[in-house]
């Protein structure tokens, strides 16, 4: 039994926040449970622990933490929710710690790689597919009914594969890291804008080569930004749906926008083939707002820990200090620091994924009227991010409208001219300086999670570990990873400054690098209180 260690939400909201659909749609539910493991077993028999998700005893499924069951009876759908890849469990001598809104562990890659395994065994060998038919259709088949089910399976796995052809087999992001830049580029762009039936566009698919540690949700209302490279603008209800959007439609939402000359506003329909659950995302952001930063469950030298204070105030304070912000959608705001990349020095291979173009498949000559920064139209070949931003801006403009029983005309309001979300509105590409608070729990550390501990984070970049294991046992007083695992076999291996945008370099943050060794205490001992 896991200990919780943020105290605001009920175990409602807990429930709620685990298994809430948000549209994503993975594959019919009869289809995820019909299909088998290498081993014979069935996919789901471990809850998916093998993957590092955590089991979730109140699913009515049987389905691990983060994820979802959708639909109508007898045509559920199997998806995920933002619980997968944010609630972390630490352990420390024998106990389990539950951080709900932490940087979860899990392996994303590896369940992609078995997922996409399991349905090739289906369709390669006769006999094992006559089993899975039986199974999703129950009896015995029809011939015909076995052939609609072959169609249906191979299309999906014609789509899955080529997603996965952008997944890097030669350098796995590892437990608790993922590119989901470049993997909503490539679900968006390569599985999304094509033409019918597939929708397909093969060469807008990518390598996803920068993998980064989910970041921590306390406190990610109260951002002006988000994102790690901040591009994403944040702080009221609606452009944290477009923010929201953007993670769903990578996480397996069915959209495909049309054509529709009859719309004189957008001149494209982005709903009739949308599985956005806007109710659904809407609550989850709320959810989200009403998290709190976890509190150090361990004991704490007071004293130790106020002169860490003064420490932080004088090396730390001016990028992770709180500064008020604009007040958006009656919720204070803190300024969200971007710091640029030449500054910080850190892997900077997301921000070359940013730069990414694609083409723009249907939606080429497309623009929405409230768009500030990408106002299209878009061109042939444009900007990925720009294609984002466009499919983003256009579902939340016709949502409002739909919402608002407008058949035209622009939403009213200034949160309309803000939907547009993952916008780049800073004239130097950096990374984001967060407040601190809860940062204990959210190791490894750096955006690309390449250091263990705070520990080793106050080392200078050639002194930090070149490799180090990933798992759930924690080290408190090192701040982070312990350095050995025992329910995890996997390492990370890491680059050093010869290697800036590897994906993987342990390069940059270098601030109280040069600090005594006793004044690094301080400071330690003080990042546990916030």
Known sequence: MAVFQEDSWTAANRDEFYSLDQ?????????????????????????????????????????????TVAGKPGAETF???????????????????????????ADFQSLLVDLQFA??????????FADFAASVLGGAPKADEEAAL???????????????????????????????????????????????????????IRRADAPVRSPFLWNAARQDFTQWAGFADNGDPMTALARNLGQVFGVFARFHPEKDPADDLLGFDYLRKNSANFKGLLRLEELTRSIGAPRWPWSLDEALAEQGKRVFADHCQSCHGKETGTP???????????????????DARQLHTLQ??????????????????????????????????????????????????APSGPPSGGDAAR?????????????????????????????????????????????????????PAYDIERIGLAREQR????????????????????????????????KKRQLLEYLKKL
């Open 23 to 67: 549209g994503s749609e993975i594959m019919p539910l009869a289809w995820i449970r019909a299909l088998k493991r290498l081993n014979g077993e069935p996919f789901l028999s471990d809850g998916l622990a093998r993957h590092g998700y955590l089991p979730n005893p109140a699913s009515k499924a049987g389905l691990p933490i983060g994820f």
């Open 79 to 105: 998806g995920m929710t933002c619980a997968a890849c944010h609630t972390r469990q630490i352990e420390v001598g024998g106990r389990s710690y539950r951080i709900d809104g932490g940087p979860a562990l």
């Open 119 to 128: 349905v090739n065994a289906v369709l390669v060998d006769a006999t094992v």
């Open 150 to 204: 072959r169609q249906a399976l191979e299309a999906w796995h014609h789509r899955y594969a080529l997603w996965m052809s952008g997944v890097p087999s030669d350098a796995p992001w590892g437990p608790g890291r993922l590119d989901a830049v470049a993997m909503i580029f490539n679900r968006l762009t390569g599985l999304g804008l094509g033409p019918p039936p597939h929708h397909v566009i093969a060469r807008n």
């Open 328 to 346: 958006r959608g009656g919720l204070d705001t803190w300024k969200t620091r971007i710091i640029p990349a030449a500054e910080i020095r850190t």
């Open 356 to 405: 990414r173009t694609a083409f723009a498949g249907v939606l080429e000559g497309a623009t929405v009227p409230t768009l500030q920064v990408f106002k299209g139209p878009l061109k042939h070949e444009d900007l990925a991010l720009g294609i984002l931003s466009v499919s983003m801006a256009g579902t939340l403009t016709a949502f409002q409208r739909q919402a608002q029983g």
């Open 419 to 471: 939907a547009e979300g993952h916008v780049p509105r800073n004239a130097k590409p950096g990374y984001e300086a967060r407040v601190l608070e809860g940062i204990w729990a959210a190791a490894p550390y750096l955006h690309n999670g390449s250091v263990p501990t705070l520990d080793d984070l106050l080392k200078r970049p050639e002194d930090r570990p070149a490799s180090f294991k990933v798992g």
């Open 487 to 518: 329910q995890s076999d996997a390492v990370l291996t890491t680059t050093d400054c010869r290697e800036p945008s590897s994906g993987n370099s342990r390069c940059g943050h270098d601030y109280g690098t040069d600090l005594p060794d006793h």
